[in-house]
């Protein structure tokens, strides 16, 4: 359900995303899919599991 959202109003965005503890992932959603959420931040790519994602906001 979360991921429809993401993909909807996200996809192609910079944001930064909260997972808990002192870590904020940052970058463009670049896919939504398998309940993973890929980010790019200066060429390199970060798997991030939907359902551990607290809040993202944009950048």
Do not use: R, S
Not at 9 to 31: M, Q, R, S, W
């Amino acid at each position: 359900m979360y991921q429809c959202f993401i993909v909807e109003h996200y996809l192609n965005k910079a944001v930064d995303v909260y997972c808990g503890g002192p870590d904020i992932f940052k970058g463009t959603i670049e896919a939504c899919a398998d309940n993973v959420l890929t980010l790019k931040n200066d060429g390199k790519y970060t798997h991030v599991a939907i359902d551990k994602i607290i809040a993202l906001w944009p950048q």
